[in-house]
């Protein structure tokens, strides 16, 4: 049982355990920081390395490396670099208290950021020495106190240095999303400009009036199906009134028209055929390409967990549940009988409640199969649909280390390069973009299996084994395909002039990184000269 060796231990021995693992997880935390913080020297230490120009550049290939080594984003691998390169370069002594196992690696984080406009050296080294001496103490304090305490020390040496929020616009964001969201809804939660508020407030209310006084829903709810019709570029609301003399009943559902669900099933059609999609309303949005790079509309999916046929009351057998379904599960804790639930992937998504799902069926929402294809190699570049489908739906993200970029916005890779490897899902995967340059230019390397199994070997020699989403959200489905013999001729070796098609930056990062600084400091400068103590 975890903690069974603590119970013999008195209250004092306890806490003492407490105190010495904190000090020894800060020192760990430390030292990780140092070996990041040297990787990260190293990324930006070639200055006139062709390389820096790279859209994948030296300091994505370091981020890469962490973000596998850690098990993290490619966006959290470059904040421990960032992190790893302050302590390094600018806040010696506050990283010597990190070693110390003094204060902890959140202080830390906080420091390195509230820190991040000080470019003076000397500026840099005052502030340092002073953050120091006091930050031995902040670690009781709250998130807004702490950054009152940072942000007094740095006003005190370099006030243009301090991290200010010029006007409200610097607040705006909209977020989708919360961990306590119900089954089948999500919080949405922001803040715009005052015209475009005003513009959404407008649009909302023209839309959830414009239904008849039949409909049967309350006004927060039209409010609500309005917004999800905007974001459908709908200029209509459906009614749901009933009445067969009502203009608006009967019409498509926006929302339900512009989703795609695809249900997973093991029988193969003769004649692979998509499901009739029902006239659409007109709509603002844009046509989508229906090239490998940029996934086709038919992708934009909400995956059904088992075969879910295209009409009103799917009949389907329910998967059995893993006896302990992990992170992300998509089984109800006491699902209907009979009826699967489906998800939706990427930032905003989550689980569809069966009930859900059948209404947006039943409003107009297209059905496409998704099954295992024949296990025949395309003779083709590009899969045909059926297979790009296929794909999607067995690794539902990039399959890189750490990378959870839904399929839909990835590129189907061949694993084995065309012409020598086949396309076929034995030997094809999802990538997004980042990580197909890492791989063609960046000296990544990868293994596939039949089942979808991946195993990354990265430039200094360390292997990652990543497995596709589907395992894991539907245990159910078989999506092992044919293990295809070896190439009869070896892919020819890279071409000395591949560089050459490496996606370039106007200018490297490191100048983003000093333009973005100096035009924030230029800002902080123009607000502290202005600045009238008695306006209100």
């Excluded at 470059?78 to 600018?90: D, F, N, Y």
Aim: hydrophobic residues 35%; aromatic residues 4%.
């Amino acid at each position: 049982m975890f903690g069974s060796e603590f119970r013999s231990v008195e209250e004092a021995g306890l806490v003492a355990e407490i105190q010495a693992c904190t000090r020894a997880e800060a020192q760990a935390a430390a030292r990780r920081l140092a070996a990041v913080g040297e990787l990260a020297a190293r990324a930006t230490e070639p200055d006139d390395d062709e390389r820096q120009k790279w859209v994948v550049d030296l300091w994505a290939c370091a981020a890469a490396e962490v973000g596998a080594a850690m098990g993290i984003s490619h966006h959290r691998a470059k904040q421990q670099l960032a992190i790893g390169l302050s302590l390094r370069e600018r806040l010696p002594k506050v990283a010597a208290l990190f070693a110390a196992g003094a204060i902890s690696a959140k202080l830390i984080s906080t420091i390195t950021w509230r820190t991040h406009l000080v470019l003076n050296a000397e500026l840099a080294a005052r502030i340092d020495a002073a953050i120091a001496e006091h930050a031995c103490s902040w670690g009781a304090l709250s998130q807004q106190r702490l950054d009152l305490a940072i942000d007094a020390i740095v006003e005190t040496h370099d006030p243009d240095a301090r991290r200010r929020f010029h006007e409200a616009a610097r607040n705006c964001d909209v977020q989708i999303g919360k961990p306590d969201d119900a089954t089948g809804t999500a919080s949405v939660y922001g803040r715009l400009s005052a015209p475009d508020a005003a513009l959404l407030e407008q649009r909302i209310t023209e839309l959830s009036t414009s239904v008849c006084d039949g409909d049967p829903r309350t006004c927060g709810q039209r409010r609500a199906a309005a917004l999800g019709a905007i974001a459908a570029g709908a200029e209509q609301l459906a009614c749901h009134c009933g009445a067969a003399q009502c203009p608006r009943a009967g019409a498509p559902d926006p929302r339900a028209t512009a989703i795609v669900i695809h249900a997973i099933t093991d029988t193969t059609p003769t004649k692979p055929t998509a499901t009739p999609t029902p006239a659409k309303p007109q709509s603002r949005r844009p046509n989508r390409s229906t090239d490998i790079p940029a996934p086709p509309m038919d992708d934009e999916v909400a995956p059904a967990a088992e075969p879910t046929p295209p009409s009103e009351e799917p009949t389907s057998e329910p998967p059995t549940p893993p006896s302990d379904p992990g992170a992300g599960s998509v089984y109800e804790p006491q699902p209907p009988a009979g009826t699967p639930a489906a998800i939706i992937l990427g930032r905003g998504g989550g689980v569809i409640p069966p009930a859900l799902l059948a209404e947006l069926i039943a409003n107009g929402a297209t059905v496409r199969s998704v099954y295992r294809p024949d296990d025949i190699a395309d003779p083709g570049y590009r899969p045909p649909q059926p297979c790009q489908r296929f794909i999607r739906m067995r690794d539902l993200t990039c399959r890189f280390p750490g990378c959870d970029r839904p399929a839909q916005h990835c590129d189907i890779d061949h694993t084995i390069p065309h012409p020598a490897g086949r396309t076929h899902p034995s030997n094809t995967k999802c990538l997004c973009r980042l990580h197909h340059l890492l791989k063609t230019f960046c000296g990544w390397h990868d293994q596939q299996l039949p089942d979808g199994t991946i195993t990354w070997t990265a430039p200094s020699g360390h292997t990652y084994t990543t497995h596709p989403l589907s395992r894991m959200l539907f245990p159910h489905w078989n999506t092992t395909t044919a293990d295809l013999p070896p190439p009869a001729h070896p892919p020819p070796p890279p071409s000395a002039q591949r560089h050459l098609k490496m996606p370039r930056r106007r200018r490297t990062r490191a100048a983003d990184t000093t333009t973005r600084i100096n035009t924030e400091r230029t800002l902080n400068k123009r607000e502290v000269n202005h600045y009238d103590p008695y306006r209100r």
